[in-house]
């Protein structure tokens, strides 16, 4: 399961992160200054830190500069300061990306998931390869196959499988579809979601008007089946 430390002073604000990484399938760990931020990242060797900037004990931008020393663990700075050269220290340092506070929680997910799919980094809920029936998700080489044969999925449509399979026969909203497939900043509209399930299942399905993998949830969205 993908690790990741939460640093920050405010236990609110750990509370509040923690909660929705852990309803997406990480593993959170969590300290409050940056000495024993530094105790759990030797110890535990997270996927990557969300590290507040203003720290007791150790600052937040001392942290980061230790550790980038240490080893390469991806860092998502977590800041009240909104001076671009605050942003751009922490950058400077090893910083993959930054948030202000105050902040969206999903909108920190979605940028933990955006830099640890750049980094290269497993994904969390599941192995790099899941097999449901005669249907292959690997997601190493990011190839699909249904039947022993290789389907050409767009980007998109991978990752909508992607994110359905990581949970199978979890009934997901179109709402959540769109946060986890396309990111916090699309603007879409949810029914955006079932033009991309139709296409999808045209290339995975049997019989798409009787589909066994993507499955409608009536009242509620989609889910995958034929495990």
């Not at 940056?34 to 007791?56: C, H, M, S, Y």
């Not at 230790?66 to 400077?92: F, N, Y």
Request: charged share 30%; net charge negative; with cysteine.
């Amino acid at each position: 399961m993908t690790k990741i430390l939460i640093v920050d002073d405010d236990p609110n604000i750990v509370e509040l992160v923690k909660l929705y990484l852990e309803r997406d399938g990480y593993r959170a760990l969590v300290a409050y200054d940056g000495l024993e931020a530094l105790k759990l990242a030797r110890q535990w060797r997270p996927d990557l830190i969300v590290l507040d900037l203003l720290l007791p004990e150790v600052d937040g931008l001392d942290v980061c500069r230790i550790l980038q020393t240490e080893s390469e663990m991806p860092v998502i700075m977590l800041t009240a300061k909104t001076a671009e050269e605050d942003r751009v220290i922490g950058l400077r340092l090893g910083a993959d990306d930054y948030i202000t506070k105050p902040f969206s929680p999903r909108e920190l997910v979605a940028r933990v998931q955006a830099v640890l799919r750049r980094v290269g980094k497993e994904s969390p809920n599941g192995l790099p390869e899941m097999r449901f029936a005669d249907l292959v998700i690997d997601r190493r080489s990011h190839e699909v196959r249904v039947r022993d044969e290789a389907v050409s999925l767009t980007p998109t449509e991978f990752r909508l499988l992607e994110v359905l399979a990581g949970e199978p026969g979890r009934a997901f909203t179109r709402l959540e579809l769109l946060d986890r497939v396309f990111g916090y900043d699309f603007g879409g509209f949810e029914r955006t979601v079932d033009v991309h399930v139709r296409n999808l299942r045209k290339k995975i399905e049997p019989n798409p008007k009787q589909p066994v993998y993507v499955q409608t949830v009536y009242g509620v969205g989609y889910k995958l089946g034929g495990g």
